[in-house]
């Protein structure tokens, strides 16, 4: 008896947690401003972010079919039948490459191809005739986005020019049970401004919306479904409320 009513009970309190999860996730104008703070740049102010139906293209990226070079990225670089002039380098801490006879240069927030046709320029003013430069991208240290919350295995994770949303996902293994697919944010700086969209990945997957590109630097934070956590909980209580019937009953 005390068994059966204790069960009664977990329901009635259950159904007031659903009800007041269903409000609290409706309620959630400031949420994507807090989780920047504490993801990406705790002294981001929600007066700075931005949110938009699409984020727009990192700066200096051919429109976003290009990634941009970041500091620490490494480029291979080749000049043509001039073998001295060849070299692997790494972009330092302040963007810039430093190159035999035409000095530094600045290379971070740049594309390889723009990076490419300013060395070619360069070493044509002064050193050689139509010059032949190849730069390839050799380790992109840079080129990596941070996945948080309700994801399987939340961390940072490289990209290439061809990454989208759910690669991302895929690579942090998929959402926890309690993840709300609805409620997938992504965090983008472009230039000095912030911005952040929501994206339902639901959506993404029956082709009803577009599968968004993700550059470097980019932040993915999956929200809780407070319905899902109150059900887990539900069924939790049930269990126990379960065990106790049965001891109950027990000779």
Do not use: H, W
């Amino acid at each position: 008896m005390i068994a059966s009513r204790l069960v009664n009970q977990l329901i009635c309190t259950s159904a007031v947690l659903i009800s007041l999860a269903g409000c609290s996730s409706s309620n959630s104008g400031s949420t994507p401003a807090d989780v920047l703070s504490s993801v990406n740049n705790r002294s981001a102010s929600p007066s700075a972010l931005r949110l938009v139906d699409t984020l727009p293209p990192p700066e200096n990226s051919n429109q976003g079919t290009e990634q941009p070079l970041a500091a620490n990225d490494v480029l291979q670089i080749e000049v043509f039948q001039t073998n001295t002039l060849n070299r692997t380098v790494q972009i330092d801490s302040a963007g810039r490459i430093s190159l035999p006879l035409v000095g530094t240069l600045v290379a971070a927030g740049k594309t390889v191809r723009t990076l490419e046709q300013e060395i070619k320029a360069a070493y044509g003013r002064s050193y050689l005739q139509n010059p032949d430069v190849t730069v390839f991208l050799k380790e992109s240290v840079g080129q990596r986005v941070t996945v948080d919350g309700e994801v399987a295995k939340a961390g940072l994770y490289p990209v290439t020019s061809a990454a989208t949303l759910l690669d991302i996902l895929a690579q942090a293994g998929g959402f926890k049970e309690v993840a709300d697919q609805k409620k997938v944010y992504v965090f983008r700086n472009v230039g000095s401004q912030k911005f952040v969209s929501n994206y339902n990945v639901a959506d993404i997957r029956s082709g009803r919306l577009s599968n968004p590109k993700i550059y470097g630097g980019d932040v993915v934070f999956v929200f809780t479904s407070q319905n899902r956590v109150a059900l887990n909980n539900l069924k939790e209580a049930l269990g126990i409320a379960s065990n106790a019937t049965r001891l109950a009953v027990l000779p």
